[in-house]
């Protein structure tokens, strides 16, 4: 049983951007030499979220529409303490979450044939971000 | 430590059908044989969810009724790629999320006493669904 | 590789309160010894869930607004089986969830530096509240 730490870098540019990462968890869990287990992927940062969808164009057109809809960008507290803007950012990312766990077995994800694992950026700015990948298995 | 994975086969009908899984989850670790650690309990597929709730009859009304007023049936951009008209189940999947993870100790799992694990169908036809469990401890 | 479980208790007064439980979880890590691997921070309670947040005023604020926006207090199904009057307080915990798993690596959990874990009590009354910490590394 083994902890092997993993990195994604990216570079967003916000607003509900919605990245396909699935292919980067997949090659570094590859690397990692494990084969059963689980990989937990993670945003350390307060403005993003993790999750999974099937990643076609429409439903990239869907979930900022979605999250336009029930967190509409606008006046909140939060922009009393920073004055950013971006109080609707952080909001959907407490919602959607920061982290997702996903199993793997005979060293492939256990995901379905149309189910991609996806960052989403809710900044109002653009961000170099580093998502975290932690295997654990054997 | 170990790892040992299970699956949990479901028939299920769609359109928000809230299924509890906490006995076959349950079940499962007992088989495994493992006394403390986490189960990560993942859907694998696009369109179902993983959580809690107390499993009630009232609730179990009210989750459908509440998905419904958020992200109601209708018109998506989904439908432009494949006309299959659940462009809501997958928002609904991606909102709520695909995985859970549930600690256990003395080979049971930590719950609340009205708490129990469910998985949300929220596609627009039947399935038959395999949701994975990844227990990982000692 | 081994398991550490901890707990954190908490007296909360419910209705969306939002605590930020970051140092007890970094905390406890030290405790536990281990250098590298995943906590999953749990509430075994129908009424809480967990999530992280850049953790300021205006964003303690915004969290309980947003949830009576979108899940408002009310009459609920649920009502009609225990007459408790916390059917959105159920709803909303099953929508943020129960469990948050956060990476750690040289002995410290791996966050931005604007970002804390918190639970949210949504129950309508005073709690008494255990947090399970399963800590999973080596």
Same mark, same amino acid.
């Given at each position: ?32 030499? !494990?084969?059963?287990?689980?990989? +937990? #992927?993670?945003?350390?940062? &307060?403005?993003?979220?993790?999750? %999974? ?20 960008k ?5 922009d ?14 407490? !919602?959607?979450?920061?982290?997702? +766990? #996903?199993?793997?077995?005979? &060293?492939?994800?256990?995901?379905? %044939? ?25």
């Amino acid at each position: 049983m083994a902890v092997v730490t993993g990195y994604i870098e990216l570079k967003t540019r916000g607003e509900c951007q919605v990245v396909d990462v699935t292919a980067e968890v997949s090659n570094k869990l590859k690397s990692s030499g !494990l084969k059963a287990g689980i990989v +937990t #992927v993670f945003c350390p940062g &307060a403005t993003g979220g993790v999750s %999974t969808v099937e990643y076609e164009p429409g439903l990239i057109k869907d979930i900022p529409e979605f999250f336009d809809r029930i967190i509409p960008k606008g006046r909140y507290h939060h922009d009393d303490t920073w004055h950013d803007g971006n109080g609707h950012s952080h909001l959907r990312a407490t !919602l959607l979450g920061p982290s997702l +766990t #996903v199993p793997f077995a005979d &060293a492939r994800l256990i995901l379905g %044939t149309w189910q991609q694992i996806i960052f989403c950026d809710f900044d109002n700015k653009p961000h170099h971000r580093k998502l975290v990948l932690q295997f654990m298995g054997e």
